[in-house]
Structure formats: C-alpha cells, structure tokens
C-alpha cells in the first residue's frame, strides 16, 4: 500500500493473498498479447468459470465460454483519481463505471452498473498507514435493498498487519493477521479467523509462504477442518508463470486429492 490508507479492498489483503491467492483445483491456461498501442489480449481456457482481474490500462480478456471481459482505466486524469469501466460481452446488464479517488488521509470508490435499476456500490476508509477504518455498501436500486452492508478496521505496525471486518450484513465476523518474518525471503505467515452468527460457526485458516530463490515461491495453507493445500510457483521468463497446487482432506484421507496447474503467458 502507498500513502495514505488505500481504498476498502486493501483491508485484509495481504492475509487473503497469502492465503487463498493462486491456489486452485483447475487447470488453467493464459496467454496474453499486447497490441502496439499497449493493450493487452488475454485468452483463459479453464475447466471452471473463475473470477476475472484486471490491473492493465486497457484489458480485454476471452474465455473459452466465448465472453469478452473488457476492461478500460483511466489513470489520474486529475490527482489520485482513476475511472474504470468495464463489461462483458454478451452480458448487456455487466456495464459498470467505477470512480476511485485516494487522498493522503482518505480512500473512495463508488460504482453504479449501466442498466435501468442498476446496482450503486460505495465504500470508503480514511485513517493513515498506521490504522485505517471503513465501510462497504451496495444498495440494488431495482428491489430498493442494500445488498452489501460491510464495515472494517486495519491496523498496520512495521512488519504486521491485523484486521477486522464485518461483513454479510453484520452475520460475519473476520479477523486476520499477516506477518513478514523475513523481507529477504519473502517469508511471512498469515491467519484468519471467520465466525458466522447464524450457524455460530467458526473457520480458521493458517498459512505461509516463502521463496525458495527470487524466481521460485511456496505457499501452504491448512484450516480447522482439516484441509492442506500447497503450491509452488515459478517465474520461468519475465511476467510468465507456472503454478502447481494440491489439496488434500486429512480428516478423508481415503478422497483423492485434487490437483491444479495454471500456466500464464506474458511477451
């Protein structure tokens, strides 16, 4: 995170990267082109439908469903704001425009969908680098509902960072840890606890990770019920990576445990 306290998805990220980020049961292959005006073509073949990130300037993506995932930012066409649009082809209801602003002392974005009830989503934060606190809402103007009712609290001290979220409406209750052990390695351990209050349930999940050398990361991760997985990821050329992960069920031992392959493609 830069200066100033980020926008509300950075509350609880570095734990939610270190735990279930590149991890997967599919096997999945990306290849991505840029054109000369630097937009960038990425083609996905995944057995399952998965959850589409943009970061490019310009982002088109297609998966083997056919779909077109478009992205377009518009980086600080005034200081600390950035527009977003995006859709996907042929979903006429997935048009959405996103303003994010970042200031020193405060973190806003708010997005609203192009149809004619369309979903408005706001959250913001303010605080610093040290301790950032906000909230998260979406209200569906169609049924004239709030959909998303989410509040949060991150505190960040040198090499650790703890949070606090409610989220689900206030049925969910998570609290997380990340801590760097070693900056040279990149070595850092990371826990989060999850409690539901309609089935007074409790997840929690623990995890690490480490760098074999700066082109080669592991990761492991293990929860209360039982379930380990690990990964390794290798940078074999620049921006091009390949990742095996596994899971197994140590409570049904007998289950074969699943296995995932992802292969990205970057010039």
């Given at each position: 995170m830069g200066k100033g306290p980020g926008l509300y998805t950075d509350i609880g990220k570095k734990a939610r990267d270190l735990l279930y980020k590149d991890y997967q049961a599919d096997h999945k292959f990306t290849v991505t082109t840029y054109t000369s005006n630097g937009v960038a073509i990425t083609s996905t073949g995944t057995k399952k439908a998965e959850k589409q990130e943009h970061h490019n300037q310009c982002d088109v993506k297609v998966d083997t469903n056919s779909k077109l995932?478009?992205?377009?930012?518009?980086?600080?066409?005034?200081?600390?704001?950035?527009?977003?649009?995006?859709?996907?082809?042929?979903?006429?209801?997935?048009?959405?425009?996103?303003?994010?602003?970042?200031?020193?002392?405060?973190?806003i974005s708010t997005s609203i969908g192009l149809t004619a009830s369309p979903l408005v989503n706001f959250s913001g934060v303010v605080g610093n680098n040290f301790v950032t606190i906000g909230t998260d809402l979406s209200f569906d103007t169609a049924s004239g509902n709030f959909t998303k009712l989410n509040a949060g609290l991150n505190f960040t001290h040198s090499d650790l960072i703890a949070s606090l979220e409610l989220n689900d409406r206030g049925?969910?209750?998570?609290?997380?840890?990340?801590?760097?052990?070693?900056?040279?390695?990149?070595?850092?351990?990371?826990?989060?606890?999850?409690?539901?209050?309609?089935?007074?349930?409790?997840?929690?999940?623990?995890g690490t990770q480490h760098a074999l050398d700066p082109l080669t990361t592991v990761k492991a991760r293990v929860n209360n019920f039982g379930r380990a997985s690990a990964l390794i990821q290798h940078e074999w050329r620049p921006r091009s990576l390949i990742t095996i992960s596994g899971e197994v069920d140590t409570a049904a031992i007998e289950k074969s445990a699943k296995v995932g392959l992802a292969l990205a493609l970057k010039p």
């Amino acid at each position: 995170m830069g200066k100033g306290p980020g926008l509300y998805t950075d509350i609880g990220k570095k734990a939610r990267d270190l735990l279930y980020k590149d991890y997967q049961a599919d096997h999945k292959f990306t290849v991505t082109t840029y054109t000369s005006n630097g937009v960038a073509i990425t083609s996905t073949g995944t057995k399952k439908a998965e959850k589409q990130e943009h970061h490019n300037q310009c982002d088109v993506k297609v998966d083997t469903n056919s779909k077109l995932f478009t992205t377009i930012t518009v980086d600080e066409p005034a200081p600390g704001l950035k527009t977003i649009f995006s859709c996907i082809v042929p979903d006429q209801r997935s048009g959405k425009v996103e303003l994010q602003y970042q200031h020193e002392y405060a973190g806003i974005s708010t997005s609203i969908g192009l149809t004619a009830s369309p979903l408005v989503n706001f959250s913001g934060v303010v605080g610093n680098n040290f301790v950032t606190i906000g909230t998260d809402l979406s209200f569906d103007t169609a049924s004239g509902n709030f959909t998303k009712l989410n509040a949060g609290l991150n505190f960040t001290h040198s090499d650790l960072i703890a949070s606090l979220e409610l989220n689900d409406r206030g049925d969910t209750l998570n609290a997380s840890y990340y801590h760097i052990v070693s900056p040279l390695t990149n070595t850092a351990v990371g826990a989060e606890l999850t409690h539901s209050f309609s089935s007074n349930e409790n997840t929690l999940t623990i995890g690490t990770q480490h760098a074999l050398d700066p082109l080669t990361t592991v990761k492991a991760r293990v929860n209360n019920f039982g379930r380990a997985s690990a990964l390794i990821q290798h940078e074999w050329r620049p921006r091009s990576l390949i990742t095996i992960s596994g899971e197994v069920d140590t409570a049904a031992i007998e289950k074969s445990a699943k296995v995932g392959l992802a292969l990205a493609l970057k010039p």
